[in-house]
């Protein structure tokens, strides 16, 4: 079997955690490689003393997981390498908050044991592309979480015209828009007034951001729909993002978002769910008439 891994940073805290993570894989007689970002950052003498393989961004074609080590930036930065290679994800969080990283380091163990036992199973996950008109560049058009439009540095709001399928749903006056995915509710739409929805949800939210339509509310619609959007505003550019990776665009530019034909695999072990999340990571349940809940 083949191992890959990806980490962006490595903190002093979290050196050893991924070491012992190294160590614990060899003895399972797996074959490792790392992305070259991880390759960089690592302690150097990791690479010869583990014999690790390095792979660039085209991805490890011939592993058959890879483990993100990180929050969930470093997460969605893992999916960039492999969705389109199928390749499953395992998150171990070395950072803060963690929807997409299940596994804490002290459980790095207990899951690795699960792991190799196939007591897991694989969540297919919902990705939104972008297409522009005119055509703009985009080396990963593809968002787990969520493609947004903002205002650049006009203070001025900008108006957003919205269609849904070819029919006009609405025009926002907004600082800007989220189209999430299921898995992004719980990330900068959430932040924004959105709701909260189950990852197998097939649906897109559509979150205006600091609104000045007081009856405008987020919508859910199926993720079966097209959605188009213009901007009009007094700037040139305005920033577009597809999980957190910007680019300036002309304001003209036309904008469709739809469901990408490809997907994320989550590998889930035994015993995370997203409800357990929800609560362990919101504080869900803290409420003292609850009790223990």
Request: net charge positive.
């Amino acid at each position: 079997m083949k191992i890959a891994l990806h980490a962006r940073t490595f903190s002093e805290g979290s050196v050893a955690d991924i070491e012992r993570l190294i160590q614990a894989l060899l003895k399972e007689k797996v074959s490792l490689a790392v992305s070259s970002v991880f390759a960089s950052s690592c302690p150097a003498e990791w690479i010869a003393d583990y014999e690790l393989g390095v792979f660039s961004s085209e991805g490890p074609k011939d592993a058959q997981a890879i483990f993100s080590l990180g929050g969930d930036g470093t997460f969605l930065d893992t999916l960039t390498y492999v969705y389109k290679l199928g390749v499953p994800i395992l998150g171990i969080n070395m950072g803060r908050l963690g929807f997409l990283t299940h596994v804490l380091p002290k459980e790095i163990s207990t899951s690795l044991k699960l792991f190799f036992e196939k007591k897991y199973s694989i969540e297919n996950r919902t990705l939104v592309q972008l297409e522009t008109v005119p055509e703009v560049s985009w080396d990963i058009p593809i968002g787990l979480n969520e493609f947004t439009l903002l205002r650049r540095g006009d203070p001025s709001l900008i108006r957003i015209t919205c269609h849904l399928d070819n029919l006009l749903l609405n025009t926002y006056w907004a600082d800007g828009i989220i189209i999430s995915t299921p898995t992004g509710s719980t990330a900068y739409s959430m932040s924004c007034g959105g709701p909260l929805i189950m990852p197998d949800s097939k649906s897109l939210v559509i979150t205006p951001i600091n609104t000045h339509n007081f009856n405008i509310r987020p919508f859910v619609v199926s993720d079966r729909s097209t959605i188009e959007l213009r901007v009009g505003t007094s700037d040139s550019r305005i920033v577009a993002s597809l999980d957190s990776r910007n680019k300036y665009i002309h304001a003209s530019t036309l904008f469709r978002i739809r469901k990408s034909p490809y997907t994320a695999q989550l590998i889930t072990l035994k015993d995370h769910h997203f409800i357990r999340a929800l609560k362990s990571r919101l504080n869900w349940g803290t409420d003292l008439r609850n009790g223990s809940s």
